[in-house]
């Protein structure tokens, strides 16, 4: 299917376990997003990649880690799992966009819902 | 540091009347786009109106308009008719043009009496 997609769209883990949420976009888009949404917090960046190989830090990147060896592919790893890490995650990707001012749209995937028991 | 402001962080309105969602937001730049994201109970984000800020005219679609006053730095949101289906958490966000990064206002749930 085109799009933005994101597995799971559930997960349960455990305080100190590794996990892995992936991502999948299907437009070779250039520009790809991870935020967390809390209740009371809205959406915050978490990390960003530019381009494969290139990713950077955003509003709340401790706990997180991210790869882009692939442009279509951005997963976000927790390498220790914490309670305060319970979340919904969403995705997001876009186009580089063309010029410092163009207008580009953001699209986002269906989010994850992820529980640290 | 840009920051984006939803004082109502919830709302009700009665179905086929019109509410206004407020946003201020907090910038030094000159150039930038704002946004007001829908996300209904499936958490899809999706976008509902999006203003350029070199553009005195404000956004339209539908039943859904801005009033952007840039000089304030507020941006409502209006939802005329409003319906059933309008019932979502709904954001206000920004950008500005030279930037990778969309920031986020902290949302208002709006609910639709019937």
């Known amino acids: 299917d085109a799009g933005i997609t994101q597995s799971p769209r559930y997960k349960i883990t455990e305080t100190g376990r590794q996990v892995t949420l992936m991502c999948h976009q299907t437009?070779?888009?250039?520009?790809m997003f991870w935020y967390r949404q809390d209740l009371g917090h809205g959406l915050r960046l978490i990390y960003y990649s530019a381009a494969a190989d290139i990713t950077d830090k955003g509003e709340v990147p401790d706990g997180y880690v991210v790869s882009r060896s692939k442009t279509e592919n951005f997963p976000l790893t927790l390498e220790s799992a914490t309670r305060s890490q319970t979340s919904v995650y969403f995705c997001?990707?876009?186009?580089?966009?063309?010029?410092?001012?163009?207008?580009?749209?953001?699209?986002f995937g269906p989010g994850t819902r992820l529980t640290v028991t | 540091a840009q920051t984006v402001t939803q004082s109502q962080p919830e709302m009700s309105v009665q179905e086929a009347e019109t509410v206004t969602l407020s946003c201020t937001y907090d910038t030094s730049e000159s150039d930038y786009y704002l946004f007001w994201y829908k996300q209904p109970p499936s958490r899809q984000m999706i976008l509902v109106i999006r203003?350029?800020?070199?553009?005195?005219q404000n956004a339209t679609e539908n039943r859904f308009s801005v009033n952007f006053q840039k000089a304030a730095k507020s941006f409502s949101l209006k939802i005329s008719d409003s319906q059933l289906g309008d019932a979502a958490m709904y954001f206000c966000?920004?950008?500005?043009?030279?930037?990778?990064?969309?920031?986020f206002g902290k949302g208002t749930r709006l609910h639709i009496l019937p």
């Open positions: 203003q350029e800020a070199y553009k005195q």
């Open positions: 966000a920004y950008r500005s043009a030279g930037d990778d990064k969309i920031i």
């Open positions: 437009w070779s888009h250039s520009y």
């Open positions: 997001a990707s876009r186009t580089q966009g063309e010029g410092l001012s163009a207008y580009y749209e953001q699209y």
